[in-house]
């Protein structure tokens, strides 16, 4: 079995994993040997693909050979995107800017849209009021997700988000200040 520490169990061949560059896990490969993407053998040892070991950024194939002690070989393989560079912060927006502009972040409906989202990325989000952060889904973060102190809260909305690839490589935090003007009159 193949396995990247912080993934559950392999349970088909051709699973991509991805990992950020860290350690691979082989298990019950006693006088083994690895190569990736068809490359030279190179002996498994105690059965840890150490970082230095890895293929640079990408897709590759790890292919794992072991022999009984019957001298039967066995052919493993597993592919993995090894990515080790943050994503770039989400951007968020007001979906409807109330105010005077559609620009000036004035608005009587907080309700935000994230973009920039890298696929398969997941994303948390948070405004400060519950000192939380909270798992985004979609692309649209509501009025009820921000969890305002009050229904009539006017004032400053400070929101961040951030995303993290399916590597677990985090990335900057992106962020709007907006101001809530509740009473939904046009400012």
Same mark, same amino acid.
């Given at each position: 079995m193949i396995q990247i520490p912080s993934d559950p169990a392999i349970s088909s061949l051709w699973n991509t994993a991805y990992t950020q560059s860290g350690t691979i896990l082989v298990f019950n490969a006693s006088n083994g040997e690895y190569r990736w993407d068809g490359g030279a053998w190179?002996?498994?040892? /105690?059965?840890?693909?150490?970082?230095?070991? !890895?293929?640079?950024? +990408? &897709?590759?194939?790890?292919?794992?050979?072991?022999?009984? #002690?019957?001298?039967?070989?066995?052919?493993?393989?597993?592919?993995?995107?090894?990515?080790?560079?943050k994503p770039e912060a989400p951007h968020l927006a007001l979906i409807h800017d109330t105010g005077a502009s559609?620009? /000036?972040?004035?608005?009587?409906?907080?309700? !935000?849209?994230?973009? +920039? &989202?890298?696929?398969?990325?997941?994303?948390?989000?948070? #405004?400060?009021?519950?000192?939380?952060f909270h798992y985004g889904s979609g692309d649209t973060i509501s009025k009820a997700d921000l969890h305002l102190p009050s229904e009539d809260y006017a004032g400053l909305v400070r929101v961040t988000v951030q995303q993290i690839d399916q590597a677990g490589n985090l990335s900057d935090y +992106?962020?709007?200040?907006l101001q809530l003007r509740p009473d939904g009159a046009v400012i």
């Open positions: 190179n002996a498994l040892g /105690d059965g840890t693909i150490r970082k230095e070991q !890895l293929p640079g950024e +990408g &897709l590759h194939t790890l292919s794992i050979r072991t022999q009984d #002690a019957a001298g039967h070989q066995t052919l493993t393989q597993r592919q993995f995107t090894i990515d080790d560079t559609n620009t /000036d972040l004035l608005t009587s409906d907080p309700s !935000l849209r994230v973009t +920039g &989202l890298e696929p398969g990325a997941t994303w948390v989000f948070s #405004a400060g009021f519950d000192h939380m +992106g962020r709007i200040d």
